[in-house]
């Protein structure tokens, strides 16, 4: 079994080689180790560090800058050229324990698993700001929600992948991170997914990602919304159509109650007409959202038959 690991990097010269040293040389049940490094047009000497050292097999180089989206897709297509039958990722700030990856890929290995995340404590994260913690725990668990999946860290770069799971991964929604999006595609195909726990090491420099804990919360509010409407766009539509809906059938009833009941039993004028006319209003909103709903679902039905193609296409490469 060839186990490809591959690090993302952008002008990380000063600590490759450091990450590049800690990755593990043999694992049990694991047959060769190589490591692909994607340069996402760096400006220092990210890619002569990497192709000087022994560990590294191959050397993928961005034309320029195209961020960590980018560069994970990159990654994946290159892994799966090289003949991989499992891929880690891991990030090139040694962020992550390359101890860790016997671990990580231990489930794949036993058939338990064809996806695997090292999900880090985030309470014990010391450079995280509060903000930022609070948005990892409000943005786990609506990624959950969606995965149907318990997974306490939906942000860690810390990731396992079988082949079989890797060749159903793309990236179409963000343009700068990747956890999200292969986690939400994962879960909708069905893939078995597992989670370990890990500890992150402490940082040797400022994120690149996000430049502060706003920026962050606001990108991960907007991608979490854009993944909702593209992976569960009835459910999205349909609460939306009850949240207009139901309020509206309200209002219409309560017009009708007191217009039989006092206009037709009594003859007496109701007074209502502002209850018919915004219920009405509201119902017609109603129906309009969940149409919309049943038509985004029917694209959503088209993508997943595209992607099913896609797969069969790689799969027979």
């Excluded at 297509?77 to 003949?83: N, P, Q, S």
């Excluded at 930022?132 to 860690?156: E, N």
């Excluded at 060749?167 to 893939?191: G, K, P």
Aim: hydrophobic share 45%.
């Amino acid at each position: 079994m060839k186990l490809v690991i591959q690090i993302p990097c952008y002008n990380e010269a000063e600590h490759l080689a450091q990450a590049l040293d800690a990755l593990p040389k043999k694992l049990d049940g694991v047959d060769s180790i190589e490591a692909l490094v994607i340069d996402d047009g760096s400006s220092d000497a990210t890619a002569e560090t990497a192709r000087r050292h022994p560990a590294v097999k191959k050397v993928v180089s961005l034309p320029s800058h195209q961020g960590l989206a980018a560069a994970f897709r990159a990654g994946i297509d290159a892994a799966l050229g090289m003949g991989a039958d499992m891929i880690v990722n891991t990030d090139a700030d040694n962020q992550y324990p390359a101890a860790r990856i016997a671990d990580l890929v231990r489930p794949i290995i036993e058939r338990r698993a064809e996806f695997v995340i090292g999900c880090r404590d985030i309470e014990a994260i010391e450079h995280f700001s509060w903000t930022k913690k609070l948005a990892q725990r409000a943005g786990s668990r609506v990624v959950s929600a969606i995965c149907r999946q318990d997974v306490p860290d939906v942000t860690s770069g810390f990731r396992a992948f079988s082949r079989e799971s890797a060749l159903w991964l793309d990236v179409i929604v963000s343009e700068y991170t990747y956890t999200l999006e292969t986690l939400i595609r994962l879960a909708s195909q069905r893939v078995r997914i597992a989670v370990i726990e890990v500890k992150a090491n402490p940082p040797v420099r400022p994120s690149r990602l996000m430049k502060s804990s706003v920026e962050y919360v606001l990108r991960s509010a907007r991608d979490i919304l854009t993944l909702y409407y593209v992976y569960s766009p009835l459910r999205l539509f349909l609460f939306f159509a009850v949240l207009f809906g139901l309020p509206g059938l309200a209002l219409v009833l309560r017009f009708l109650y007191y217009y039989v009941t006092l206009s037709v039993m009594q003859n007496v004028p109701t007074g209502y007409i502002q209850s018919l006319t915004l219920g009405t209003a509201l119902l017609i909103i109603g129906v309009f959202t969940l149409l919309m709903g049943v038509l985004a679902n029917l694209t959503h039905t088209n993508r997943k038959i595209l992607e099913r193609v896609l797969f069969q296409q790689k799969h027979e490469k």
